[in-house]
């Protein structure tokens, strides 16, 4: 998730978070409480989920929420987990889009090998 605010300006906050709102890992200001935000970003994405399933527009890929000060952007990794990238007003949401790729792919691979080496 490093990576991924190095290579695009405006991201101020960044956290992994199982699709049932448990916090994995985050790197997030103080002022910002991780286990709150993953929470929230779960149930958020489970309602998007939702509407795009109810409205047949297929599997649902990132949702994103404008603010005064900035975005949130929540996107699903698989069925298992989500990732959550707050930004500034200066985010470049299209180049982030774009960037985020393939951090979503090699977070869903860790997590998929870790979940079958605990099988």
């Keep these: 998730m490093r990576g991924l605010r190095e290579q695009v300006t405006g991201i101020t906050d960044t956290a992994v978070a199982a699709a049932d709102g448990l916090l994995i890992a985050a ?12 929470a929230l970003a ?6 998007a989920r939702r509407t795009a399933d109810a409205t047949s527009r297929g599997i649902l890929r990132r949702t994103v929420t404008y ?10 990794v698989g069925d298992t987990a989500l990732v959550v990238v707050l930004g500034d007003e200066g985010l ?5 889009h774009m ?19 605990g099988v």
Excluded: M, N, W
């Design 27 to 38: 790197d997030t200001a103080d002022s910002i409480d991780p286990e709150g935000l993953a």
């Design 42 to 47: 779960a149930a958020g994405l489970g309602l």
């Design 67 to 76: 603010g005064s000060h900035g975005c949130a952007a929540f996107y699903s």
């Design 92 to 96: 470049d949401v299209d180049r982030l």
């Design 99 to 117: 960037a985020t790729q393939p951090a979503l792919d090699r977070i869903g691979a860790i997590l998929t090998d870790k979940a079958t080496e």
